[in-house]
Every structure is written in C-alpha cells, then in structure tokens.
C-alpha cells in the first residue's frame, strides 16, 4: 500500500497525512478482515481506484485543513507557536546562554533583523514576536534540504502526525467504540456457546476477531488518554529545538 502511494506522494504527505487517516480507521479494517474475510481483496484493489479517482488527493487536502485549524486554535491556548516561544526571553525550556548563541547566529544571518533585548520584548511583545516569527521563516526555509537536515525533517514530520491526528481524534475515537460495540456482538455469543470438546474448535475461529475487538479498546484509550494536546504540544517542542540546533553550525 505504501508503496503504491509512494508512486503519486511525496513522503511528507504520506506519514504527516495520510498516516493519521489509516491509524484512525485501523479498528475498522482489522474488524473488517477479522468477520468479513473476502474484504481483504476489496480493500487491496480499492486504493487504486481511490488514487485514480482522486480520493486520496481529496483526503490528504481534508486533513491538512483540519490540522491547520487544530494548530492556530493549540498556539491560541499555548500563546504562541513552539518555534516562537521558545526564543522569548521569558521562556525558561531554554538556557540563556543557548538562547543567546541562537539570536546571535540569526542575527548575522538575516540583515536588519535585530532580535529584541529582554528590555525591547518586556517593552512590545507583539512586534518581538513578530521578529522571532520572522527569524523562524528563515529558518524553516533554511533547514529545506532534508538529506543536510534530517533530523529536523523528521521531527517536523512528528509534528504533523501528531498534529493531524488531533484533528480527526473524535471521528478516529467513533470508529474505535463502532469496532467495539460490533466486535462484542460478533465475539459474545461465540463465548457464550463455547463448551466441552468444541472449546477450542470454536474459539481459533475468532481469534481474529477477539484481537480486532482488544485492538480497538486499546484505540478508544488512547484516543481519550493519549491524543491530546498535550501530546501534539510535545511534538512541537521536540520539533522547535531540533529546528533551532541548526543555528549551532557556523
């Protein structure tokens, strides 16, 4: 399937997009092979038609948005984006030292740049952030090259998992309860009649589906436990020192 994929997207739109969409609706497909078996050939030959058809396209547009609308409304409770936080004077994640070797390295880099003094931000929050946003841009375009930063590639990759996987945590969350509720409907009465010498007959006839049904109340925690904001505001930050150590070559 990746490798089908491979053939029309770039890996970016792969792992940071499409990656959320399959892990959302894995429950489904394992409960789909687990009780349905013949599905294995539909849902084989259906990426195909879905890539012809421009589908995917459509999917990997749809998630994009959905992840650009979760991030602006996590940096609205954050009060900012990582990458800018983390060069304010006031943030802490930081050294001052570090921080300092930073803002002198995108000093000499971007001419009539500037970057505020702890008195300059203290006096205009606003435009300081506007200078880090500014200083960011840079950067993001200067680390470009994947195979010269790949760390920084990856991480940003991170991020956007993390990030569009957020967006559709409530249809990846209705997904996993539907795979629940079908797999207890399918699995119960199978429980119920199991005895004597046709135990075990019975039982390694749905051991696919007991395993879609664990499978999906192992998603439903982690859709309610797990993807959060917190979870995508760790990627962030992962991603916003990673972004910044590149200011460390000469």
């Not at 892990?23 to 849902?43: E, G, H, N, R, Y």
């Not at 030959?45 to 409304?73: A, D, E, P, W």
């Not at 702890?118 to 375009?141: C, G, H, M, P, W």
């Not at 930063?149 to 997904?175: E, H, K, T, W």
């Amino acid at each position: 399937m990746l490798k089908e994929l491979g053939k029309y997207f770039d890996h970016y739109t792969i792992n940071a997009r499409f990656m959320p969409a399959f892990f959302s609706v894995l429950p489904f497909v394992l409960t789909m092979l687990a009780w349905c078996p013949s599905s294995k050939s539909i849902l084989g030959g259906s990426l195909t038609v879905l890539i012809s058809f421009g589908v995917m396209t459509f999917i990997s547009t749809f998630i994009s948005n959905l992840g650009n609308r979760c991030q602006k409304k996590l940096f609205s409770i954050l009060g900012g984006a990582p990458t800018t936080a983390i060069l304010r004077h006031r943030d802490q994640l930081l050294d001052k030292y570090t921080k300092q070797r930073y803002h002198k390295w995108l000093d000499g880099k971007i001419d009539g740049l500037n970057l505020p003094k702890v008195e300059d931000e203290t006096q205009d929050q606003t435009d300081a952030d506007l200078k880090y946003q500014s200083a960011i841009n840079f950067l993001r375009e200067f680390t470009r090259d994947k195979t010269k930063y790949p760390a920084v590639y990856r991480d940003n990759v991170a991020y956007g998992f993390a990030r569009n996987l957020l967006s559709i945590r409530v249809m990846g969350l209705l997904v996993a309860l539907m795979c629940v509720v079908i797999n207890l409907y399918f699995v119960w009465p199978v429980l119920a009649l199991a005895k004597g010498e046709a135990d075990g007959i019975i039982l390694s006839n749905y051991l696919l589906g007991l395993g879609a049904g664990l499978t999906s109340v192992v998603f439903v925690l982690a859709f309610l436990l797990v993807i959060n904001n917190n979870f995508v505001k760790e990627r962030g930050f992962r991603y916003a020192k990673t972004l910044l150590e590149s200011c460390e070559e000469p």
